[in-house]
């Protein structure tokens, strides 16, 4: 088979030899010295391509192969297209990349934004949101309101170890007091803030009345009064009176069996000789250990309207009266007597 291939090749190679040395004296015509240079296709250097193309298996590996294959050539013009398109994705890339980052950063900042809104609102006071004010209900701008401390070792009133109730607290420093820009009622103001029991008794309408409270707070041991009154600028005048005894039993028989009854005071006081129970009075305001009795000047009433009421908390009675021209209000009647309460409690 050797000896048989060999004799060919060379029949070829002397074949070409021939053809190319006789087209040589023909050097005049110029399409015919033109021919070397576009050589027709050759079979062999094709399937080369061809399975190189398959394996790569890919078309640009393909055309690397021929390109390989072919021999370099000043007169092919170079693949200037192809770097094109890498280029412009790039670009494109980088421009949706911007375009994401932006509309990223957008949402992060309206998002914090939103966020400080939010958590403005909830921080700000209800008065202070536009549309959100509530209307002013008519209360007091009282101080803050602050339990004197105990004495060393001493329980509260409603302790369990404390069996008699008894506030050890300075009573004086358990009086409510005045609201802004209230004016201060001197003639409570008593001798060391020590208030006459002659005073207290004053304020009853009936003359009888004032001898029967005033034998009662004789048998039932009354150890001392304190008081404070103040006047508003909507004319409405307040006065506080805090009465102690020696135990929590005896003040509550007092005041539950002998002075304030669940309709209506048993003593009249001044300008209020006709009153009922306060159904208005919420129950929302009552104070743990404390029992509260309210009253309202029935109508008709004269010139201006009482409210009244009794607390007992512990070993202390209070009674809280306003009154004013015309009317009395409620909001501020309910207000003095809770935070007297809690004062208390």
Avoid: C
Wanted: proline share 8%; no cysteine.
């Amino acid at each position: 088979m050797t000896e048989q291939t060999t004799p060919a090749e060379d029949t070829t190679q002397a074949e070409d030899t021939t053809q190319v040395k006789q087209g040589a004296p023909a050097g005049r015509d110029e399409p015919r010295a033109a021919e070397p240079q576009a050589p027709e296709p050759q079979p062999e250097q094709s399937a080369v391509v061809a399975e190189a193309g398959t394996d790569i298996g890919t078309e640009a590996g393909t055309e690397t192969g021929a390109e390989a294959a072919m021999p370099p050539s000043p007169v092919v013009p170079p693949m200037a297209d192809e770097p094109e398109v890498p280029l412009a994705k790039v670009k494109k890339d980088r421009r949706v990349l911007r375009a994401v980052l932006r509309w990223t950063a957008a949402t992060v900042v309206f998002a914090a934004v939103g966020s400080s809104v939010a958590y403005g609102i909830t921080t700000m006071e209800r008065t202070d949101v536009p549309g959100l004010e509530t209307k002013a209900d008519g209360r007091w701008d009282y101080p803050a309101i602050v339990r004197p401390p105990l004495p060393s070792g001493s329980p509260g009133p409603f302790a369990k170890s404390n069996k008699g109730g008894v506030h050890s607290a300075d009573l004086r420093k358990l009086l409510l007091p005045a609201p802004k820009g209230a004016e201060a009622d001197p003639a409570l103001r008593g001798e060391d803030g020590w208030l006459a029991t002659k005073s207290f008794l004053a304020q009853y309408a009936k003359k009888t009345d004032r001898d029967t409270v005033g034998q009662l707070l004789t048998d039932y041991a009354l150890r001392h009064i304190t008081a404070r009154g103040w006047t508003t600028a909507d004319g409405t005048h307040t006065r506080i009176y805090l009465l102690q005894f020696d135990t929590a039993a005896v003040a509550e028989d007092l005041v539950t069996n002998k002075v304030a009854y669940y309709d209506s005071p048993q003593y009249a006081l001044r300008g209020a000789e006709l009153t009922e129970r306060d159904e208005a009075f919420p129950e929302g305001a009552a104070v743990d250990q404390i029992t509260r009795n309210a009253y309202t000047e029935s109508k008709p009433y004269g010139a201006e309207q009482v409210r009244e009421a009794y607390l007992s908390a512990g070993d202390v009675i209070a009674l809280v009266v306003q009154s004013r021209k015309g009317a009395a209000r409620e909001i501020p009647f309910q207000q003095t007597v809770a935070l007297q309460s809690q004062l208390l409690g």
